[in-house]
């Protein structure tokens, strides 16, 4: 199953949604085309930068090497919705699930697509669909309890949304919408703050001073106190878990995270907090299976998959390292970022070729900052029997201030 995905914030550029409208418009070209996809590539690029219309660009032919054809249907998809292109998009994720009707994600994005057009009915078929391939998979829940309270089915949509927090009481959405139908059938109002430490103004101020102070077991002591009273609410863990983690205690930190997925098997904070923390600890492949389920219940999943396709990178899996940053490549064409993580991952799977065109392409997109860039070829080029070329690129690395045992 193909999953999709560090911290950095990035946002598609303003005018990628009008060029890659008038790019259609003018190459007169159908929605799921390879036409269509390098068009959009090279609009996209336009929206980001003049300078970024010289680089030299990955061939077509190493692309289609790195993506199956399920990919690039799935990648194209969620490039189209993010642009509010709702046809082609559920089009193109009709054909993802044909031709992976046991991955629940196509099911689920198509799900979100019938309710951004009002189509209810078919909302909830799909995300049933989505639900009965994986019951551990929030985003389908919370939309079928959508769909079903749209349809006025307001006991059925009350119990989805219960459902929906019970994978994650955290959610905003199923918070918000229980409540106003809780009212409109004049139910008990379901009190799902209860137990929050972040309530207790007096336990948090005091807990505060007891970190400034540096008196951890102090700290702990009050933690364990709310929890014994609250065992079932996950503030208390995550509180617990950091101050561990300012203890340098992750294993500790971690038992609290697993504490908080018994219970809520899709909590985004837990998921995130642990896979940081399997990262700090070189458990890489642990890391890889919480920002998997990261980001396939996570609306921003283009900033966490770069995040998993490095973790990807770090576990030795280098094809599906590539797989997840060919993608978001698709979505921006000059990220540095997943330029630069690609090229790694190439270099660790000894194919010099690649690693030496991504990293020509970031170094001609960031020239201001590309000590790391011309290292790295150079050691690419250097095992391609290019000594010349490596010899260059190293002593521009390090008269740029480039530090080899960074690397």
Known sequence: MLVRATKQRLQVHPSVIQLSKRAR????????????SAVLV??????????????????????????????????????????????????????????????????ALQA??????GRWKEAEAYARKAIALDK??????????????????????????????????????SQHYMRIAEQKLRLPITDIYEGRITEDRVSMQAIAKYLQDQKYEDALKLINKHIARYPTNSSGYLKRAYVYEVMRRRDLAIKDYDKIL?????HKDALDLRAQAYQAMKQAGKSVKDLIKLVRNDSDHWNTRFRLAFAYMEAGDY???????????????????????????????????EAVADYSKAIECDPD????????????????????KAAEDIALSKKMGYDPKEF
């Open 136 to 173: 551990e998979y929030e985003q389908p829940v919370q939309y079928l309890a959508n769909a079903l309270l749209y349809q006025n089915k307001l006991k059925e949509g009350i119990a989805e949304c219960k459902k929906c927090l019970a994978l994650n009481p955290d959610n905003n959405w």
């Open 319 to 353: 094809k599906a390292s590539k797989r997840e940053y060919t993608g978001l490549l698709k979505v921006y064409p000059n990220s540095i970022e997943g330029l630069t993580g690609r090229g790694l991952a190439h270099l660790r799977a000894k194919e010099y070729k």
């Open 369 to 388: 900052r590309s000590a790391s860039m011309h290292y790295k070829r150079g050691l690419a080029y250097e095992k391609l029997g290019e000594k010349k």
């Open 262 to 266: 018994s219970m809520y098997p899709c």
């Open 42 to 107: 090279l609009f996209m690029c336009a929206g980001f930068t003049i300078e970024a219309l010289s680089c030299q660009w990955t061939s077509p032919t190493q692309a289609a090497e790195q993506f199956s054809a399920y990919d690039d249907v799935f990648f194209d998809a969620l490039i189209l919705k993010s642009k509010r292109n709702y046809k082609p998009a559920s089009e193109l994720f009709a054909k993802a699930s044909k031709m992976r009707p046991s991955d629940p994600e196509p099911w």
């Open 112 to 117: 979100n697509i019938m309710l951004k057009t």
């Open 25 to 36: 418009t003018a190459n007169n070209s159908k929605p799921n085309s390879r036409v269509r």
